[in-house]
Every structure is written in C-alpha cells, then in structure tokens.
C-alpha cells in the first residue's frame, strides 16, 4: 500500500525496510529535511558523530562486525567531501557501505551554489555506483539498488546525493519488492568444472597453502574455509584483511604473509607448491617483488570479482563465484577424491612449517628502562583470553605489533584499514563496532599519530553510550615513518616528533568525560589496562613506549619476500 509522504521520510522508511539498525552521521543544511524526519520519528537509531569522516569509519566498523551494510549521513560540500576517506576506505577493503549526502536544490546544481560540489562525481573512482537524484519519485528504487549494489558481488561503497528540494518533496512512496538493474548481474556459482580441476590440485599436492583475504569474511565463508581445511589438512595464512577469517589458535594457522609477516609465514607462501588464494587480490605488501613471488607454485584464485583473476599474478586455475558456494564445493570434491583413495600428502609439510615457527620466532628488544610496544600487545592478549573482544586498530607500526600479537579465534573480530592505510580508523571503527556488537568488549589499539586525527569521537563514544578502550601505544613519534627514516633515509628525521607528553593523553580523555590512565613502566602495565577493561566505560589508556623500538620482521620496499630482514639484522641494514 502506497503512503503519501516526503522524500526525507522516504529514505528513512527505507533504511528500515532494509533491516538498518543504526546509522551514523551529522547534521547540516542541505541534509536537514532528513534530520526533521529523524526528529519526527524512526525505528534506526542515529549516532552523531563528531566529523563526517569519523562518521564514516563509524559506519565501516560496524559493516565489518556484522557484514550488513553501513550507513553515514552528510550534508553537501564539506560535510560530504569529509566523507570522502571513509569512501576510498571501504572502496579499498571492500566493506559494504551507503553514503547519503544532501545536496543544494535542484536548480542551483550548477551555479557553484553555497555549499555546493559535485561529490557524486568526485567519487566516481572509489565507489561502485553513485546517482544523484532529481526527481522525489526515484528514492525508493535508487535507495533499493543502492542496497543491492553494496552487498552484492564484491562488497564496496555506494553513493546516493539526495538535493534538499527533493527531500522536501512529496511522493505516494511504496518500497520495491524487487531491484531492477538489468546490467548487475554478480556470479552466483562457481563453475563445476573449475571447481573439480582445483580440488585435484589439492588433493596431489605435497606443499600446498591456502592464502586467505578479507573476501572471505565478506562472503561469510569462514566455516567451509574451516572444513576445506580439515579436510585437506592444508595450512593456513591469513592476511591482514583475512585475520580472523581462520581461528588462530588452530593447528593449521601459520601467521600472517607480508611485508610485517613472520618469517615462517612468508616463507611457507613462497616455497609452496600450490597455492590457493581465497578472497585476496596479491597485494603489493603481500607479495613484495611480484617477480618472484612464490615462483614455483601453481595457483588457484578464487574470488567473486573476476576482474581479480590475472590481474597481478597469473590464475593457473581460476575459478569465480561466491567463495562460501565455490568453497563448499571444493571440500565435497575433495571428500569423493579421498573416497576413491586420494590421501592427503601434507603431513611432511606441516611439520616443515611448524619447525620453521620455532626456529624463526617473533623477537623484539628486551631490558631498558622503557616499556616496549610489543609487550603491550602480548599483556593485552593474555588480559582479554577467553573474552568475547573485538579488536580495531589505527594504521602503522601498532597495526602491525596487533596482527603480530593478538590471537583471534573469531569471525570479524579484528578491524583495520587495510588497502589504503588510513590513519585514524581505529577509534571511529571500534564506536561503530559497539554499536554493532554492543554486548562485546571493544578494544582499540592505536598509535599517537592516529589518535590525534580522530580523537574527538571520544565525545561520541561517551554521550552516545558506547563504550570502548582505546590503548595508545604512545611512542611519541610518527612510528612507521620513523623507522622508515631510520632504516633507508639514513637517519634523516624530518618532521616526525610529535612527543610522549602533548597532549596528555589521560587528561584529554577525562576532558572528554573518559577514563584517562598513564603507563611508564612496565610494572604498570597490567593494571592499568585491566582496570580500563573492567570499568564499564569509555577509557584511554596511555602506554608511553620505546620510540626506537622498529617493527620487525621487515621486507624493504621492492624487495623479494623472502628477503626479509629479522631483529638481528637491523644494524646490517642500517649499515647498507
């Protein structure tokens, strides 16, 4: 039955019809007719924000916590280019989200009118499809596609720019059943053939390894990646989009592969004899030099998006569809290849593996008087086992001691901005965690560089109820950059120095209405983040770590994966 109402109230009669539950936003004039709509009543709840961009990466964390699509509002011109970052964010990492943005009337479009631009061609790049709507009668169909779009296929961004003309326009509004995009037709099967060609392969390997990315966590494909592996007794490694996507405690889970990866990990992805991507693209901080990347593996590539297949490392045997399907598909094939005597030939390789762990273990420095980083991260791991916790992080050196040093046995259990390494996603993407998983304990670890680029949401994180604990791993310098300077800019350090002391982190968080908690030492440690995890309520915990301290292991830049660099070998480096 058709109602008569306002475009504002359309689109919020929308997000309900597609099951939203939370969206995340700020108000502005060209938006404002749909803020009157919220005023006037609707079942999603609204989080105001602090900035549209951590609006944004609000609404990227909570896509990523339950795989349903984001949503973040903006007004038009600046309000909508803040959103900007968050867009490229999840067009990179392919996290489901719509942005509405409110746009100048429909007859200044135009006329550089105030507040105006043109966001839905800035952002033709870094979404999978935009409109801008003109006409009141077209919101419940682009609000419909705009759904599908996002979630469908390869997971991405989508943008809908709504004039306030159209906002306060009126329809005789009824929500489609149906979507009608003739030209959108994403796989939905894998190809049978392609899918028994690659279970051969596996079932004849010696050395094989399942290489998995984050499009297994968006195709909620983590339990048949689970079978796939018992039943093949194939070893795992899981990038830093993948982690979680594969229980970390489980014997077939061999670490992280790229440039910050363990040397086991790294070399168990090069010295394969097949290789078995799932839902990963051979990123560049994967591969290092593409050249001699795993160079004497076949390779299996399976992803929904075929424009994935060859596009950097040729597919031996690829094979395109929904990866939960394709994967099932290739365990059952596996299940009647070991029925009709196939046995799994990867007992050898395993131990391989497993010594190659213990020979090669993560190190760091030990002694001195200041706290390290990297027992940071290990007093976290032991503080919350055993705890329902959903881990956020910022980009740089802290990003990389989490993936090394946190254990996640959960599915999307751990958000990070991986493609395009945005700094300051972590306190922004854990608010949107809680609100997604409000019964969860959500823990942001993140870098003092980061922190000061979104730190504000603090504010929307204590008045909108949602509590989480943010630990700064407080190195006092703009850490990746720093070692980078160090390491092959021969110690020309230029413009890094941000300080342990300003601002004082605590104190900044009590000012916000937060617990704020400072830690020097290492005898500190512990209780500080207990007492921060235990509180029940938004909470800073400022560790203040050694600023020499580098990330490692390490591959350079352009360098073969294999030829990384250990603790040990620092001063050889520095030296070269």
């Known amino acids: 039955m058709k109602q008569r109402m306002l475009g504002a109230d359309a689109i919020l009669r929308a997000l309900e019809a597609e099951g939203v539950e939370v969206m995340f936003g700020i108000p502005g004039g060209a938006i404002l007719p749909t803020y009157d709509a919220i005023a006037r009543g609707t079942s999603v709840r609204h989080v105001l924000a602090r900035h549209e961009q951590g609006a944004g990466h609000m609404a990227e964390g909570y896509a990523r916590a339950t795989g349903k699509v984001g949503v973040a509002l903006a007004t038009s011109g600046p309000?909508?280019?803040?959103?900007?970052?968050?867009?490229?964010?999840a067009w990179m990492d392919s996290t489901p989200l719509v942005a509405i943005t409110g746009q100048v009337r429909t007859h200044l479009i135009g006329t550089d009118a105030f507040q105006e631009c043109d966001i839905t061609g800035i952002t033709i790049p870094i979404v999978k499809h935009s409109w801008l709507v003109q006409d009141v009668e077209e919101l419940p169909h682009v609000l419909k596609a705009a759904f599908h779009v996002a979630r469908t296929g390869r997971c991405?961004?989508?943008l809908v720019d709504v004039p306030r003309d159209v906002q306060e326009a009126e329809l005789d509004f009824a929500y489609p059943d149906e979507v009608d995009l003739p030209g959108w037709k994403p796989p939905k099967r894998g190809h049978p053939l392609q899918i028994r060609t690659a279970a051969r392969a596996i079932a004849e390997a010696e050395k094989p390894m399942l290489y998995v990315g984050g499009g297994t966590l968006n195709a909620d494909a983590c339990a048949e990646l689970l079978e796939l592996a018992e039943v093949g007794r194939l070893p795992v490694v899981t990038t830093l989009m993948g982690k979680s996507a594969f229980p970390e405690s489980h014997e077939l889970h061999f670490g992280w592969p790229g440039m910050h990866g363990p040397k086991w990990s790294n070399w168990g992805m090069n010295k394969c004899d097949l290789l078995i991507a799932v839902g990963a693209r051979f990123d560049d901080r994967v591969?290092?030099?593409?050249?001699?990347?795993?160079?004497g593996?076949?390779?299996?590539?399976?992803?929904i998006d075929s424009a994935e297949i060859s596009k950097l490392r040729h597919a031996d045997i690829p094979v395109v569809g929904p990866l939960k399907q394709v994967l099932a598909g290739l365990t059952e094939e596996l299940r009647r290849l070991q029925s009709e005597g196939a046995v799994p030939r990867t007992e050898a390789w395993l131990r391989q593996l497993a010594d190659w762990r213990e020979e090669f273990p993560l190190r760091y420095g030990q002694g001195g008087d200041m706290l390290?980083?990297?027992?940071?991260l290990e007093t976290l791991q032991a503080l919350t086992a055993g705890r329902d916790v959903i881990w956020t992080t910022g980009v740089g050196q802290h990003q990389m001691w989490a993936m090394q040093y946190l254990v996640c046995d959960r599915p999307r259990s751990f958000i990070t901005?991986?493609?395009l390494g945005t700094m300051g996603y972590g306190?922004?993407?854990?608010?949107?965690?809680?609100?997604?998983?409000?019964?969860?304990?959500?823990v942001c670890v993140d870098g003092d560089g980061c922190f000061q680029m979104t730190g504000q949401e603090l504010a929307t994180s204590v008045l909108e109820g949602l509590p989480i604990v943010v630990v700064i791993v407080n190195n006092g310098y703009l850490g990746m950059v720093r070692q980078w300077q160090d390491m092959f800019f021969e110690e020309r350090f230029s413009e890094i120095h941000l300080t342990h002391h300003v601002p004082d982190y605590a104190k900044l968080a009590e000012a916000y209405g937060a617990v704020g908690l400072t830690v020097e030492r290492e005898d500190e440690l512990a209780g500080a983040l207990e007492e921060a995890l235990s509180c029940g309520r938004t909470a800073v915990v400022d560790a203040r770590v050694d600023p020499a301290e580098h990330c490692f292991p390490m591959i350079p830049a352009g360098a073969a994966a294999l030829d990384l660099v250990e603790y040990e070998e620092r001063e050889r480096v520095e030296a070269a």
């Open 79 to 89: 309000g909508a280019t803040n959103l900007v970052t968050p867009i490229a964010d």
């Open 287 to 295: 591969t290092g030099k593409l050249s001699a990347f795993a160079p």
């Open 297 to 303: 593996a076949t390779v299996i590539h399976l992803d």
């Open 417 to 419: 901005s991986g493609g």
């Open 427 to 442: 306190v922004p993407a854990a608010i949107g965690a809680k609100a997604a998983r409000p019964e969860a304990t959500v």
């Open 372 to 376: 390290k980083p990297q027992r940071v």
């Open 156 to 158: 991405g961004p989508v």
